[in-house]
């Protein structure tokens, strides 16, 4: 079975941009949440969406934005980069609207420039 | 606010070791408490959880200790190999879901020395 896959694997874009991330989650799972992960730090909380609708958002501006499809794939968007927005994006898909169980894939680095 | 303080920040352990990390949480809400072990270029990978009713779980060479007076809880690697070498993430959270996801500590890179 494929696991977490997201799109691309790297990206490079100029500071007030916009970007959008893709991520399919694992056959059967209906939640999708969005980490930022920068450098040498642990994983900081985006969104949660599960059913399509949003279920949790964590402290980031609204900036950024993101949706869920009807086949539970989703998209993370951020307008007007920054180049503090420079960082590793993941994804992670759990069965349910708990969290347990989530499962990450290997993220999108995204490059500020 | 950091809700998950996590020690030490990077351990170098001899081959055959115990690799031990250790967290402290704040949040007396959150329920579930899972650690990941990321490797460089890759997402975090699920090793092993726990939930604040037990106060031990083993899967393998991977134990979970969590003491909830202490609102601690803490990754035991025994015989601690080279492809263990890695960075070690604590993470908590409501089981629940909702607004604050899972909350992570800021990571340990573990070295095993051969």
């Known amino acids: 079975d494929a696991g977490v896959t997201q799109s691309p694997t790297h990206l490079i874009k100029t500071r007030g941009q916009q970007v959008t991330l893709r991520c399919s989650p694992i056959?059967?799972?209906?939640?999708v949440s969005w980490y930022q992960q920068v450098l040498g730090q642990g994983p900081q909380f985006i969104f949660q969406y599960y059913e399509k609708e949003e279920r949790g958002r964590g402290n980031f501006p609204d900036r950024f934005s993101a949706r869920q499809f009807p086949n539970y794939s989703s998209e993370l968007n951020v307008n007007a980069l920054l180049l503090g927005d420079s960082a590793l994006y993941l994804c992670?898909?759990?069965?349910?609207?708990?969290?347990?169980?989530?499962?990450f894939g290997q993220g999108t680095r995204l490059t500020v420039v | 606010q950091q809700q998950v303080k996590q020690s030490p920040q990077s351990l170098i352990v001899q081959k055959g070791g115990i690799s031990i990390i250790n967290c402290a949480y704040e949040n007396t809400a959150f329920d579930y408490f899972p650690w990941y072990q990321q490797f460089p270029g890759k997402g975090p990978a699920l090793l092993i959880a726990?939930?604040?009713?037990?106060s031990e779980k083993k899967e393998g060479r991977f134990t979970i200790s969590f003491n909830k007076s202490a609102k601690q809880f803490s990754l035991h690697i025994m015989d601690s190999q080279p492809g263990d070498s890695a960075t070690y993430f604590c993470a908590a959270s409501y089981s629940g879901g909702g607004a604050d996801g899972l909350t992570f500590g800021k990571g340990t890179h573990l070295i095993i020395q051969p």
């Open positions: 726990i939930r604040p009713d037990v």
């Open positions: 992670a898909s759990s069965w349910g609207r708990r969290l347990t169980e989530a499962f």
């Open positions: 056959s059967g799972h209906k939640s």
